[in-house]
């Protein structure tokens, strides 16, 4: 079972983390970034969403069936966007070595993007983008990333995270395969 991030625990972070981090609490961007967070809040309510991962079995699926519907496509999926015919409504990427090496193509989606606070110094912070303040405190599932937001190790835990913010009352994971077999170990450079 998960348990919730109240708004009091979301306080006494902010409260007694500024001094281990002053940037995250008092920089601009930061800053920023909550208020476009909150204006997310409940936009979506009652709506159904589909978080779109990477995995192969993504090519054993009709993925056009989802044109119309809410989506939100994690790390490289904008590799898929001709074969799709459209692109997601939203983008969550959270690992900065997806950044450190993609993040000009990142930049240029056309979409709002949700990005981990760890990689703000490896692209530029335009109009559409939100970096998620992440917490280390314990494993939660923030009800309001626009305070902090509990990573959990996968882009995939951030977007339910943020999906269920944006107020979807059905979210389906679709491409979320975690048993496909790759080379190299994950988070390292491609060379």
């Known amino acids: 079972m998960l348990k919730r ?13 500024w001094r281990a981090k002053p940037e995250w609490y008092f ?4 800053w ?9 809040k409940d936009k979506h309510r009652g709506a159904r969403c589909f978080i779109i991962g990477n995995g192969p079995s993504l090519n054993q699926m009709d993925l056009t069936l989802l044109k119309g519907e809410f989506t939100i496509g994690m790390n490289r999926i904008y590799l898929l966007f001709p074969k799709l015919g459209f692109h997601t409504t939203y ?13 000009a193509d990142i930049e240029q989606l056309p979409m709002p993007k949700f990005m981990g606070w760890h990689s703000r110094h490896l692209m530029n912070f335009t109009p559409d983008t939100v970096w998620l ?10 009800e309001s990333p626009a305070h902090v937001l509990w990573e959990g190790a996968t882009v995939t835990y951030a ?25 190299g170990k994950p988070h390292e450079l491609v060379v």
């Open 159 to 183: 977007a339910m995270q943020v999906a269920y913010y944006m107020g979807f009352s059905e979210v389906i994971l679709i491409g979320v395969d975690h048993n496909f077999v790759d080379q």
């Open 27 to 30: 920089g601009r961007q930061r």
């Open 91 to 103: 983008f969550a990427c959270i690992n900065p070595t997806v950044t450190e090496q993609f993040g």
């Open 133 to 142: 303040a992440p917490t280390t405190r314990q494993p939660l599932f923030s």
């Open 5 to 17: 991030l109240p708004g009091a625990a979301a306080v006494h972070t902010l409260l007694t983390g």
């Open 32 to 40: 920023q970034s909550a208020l476009r967070m909150r204006a997310y």
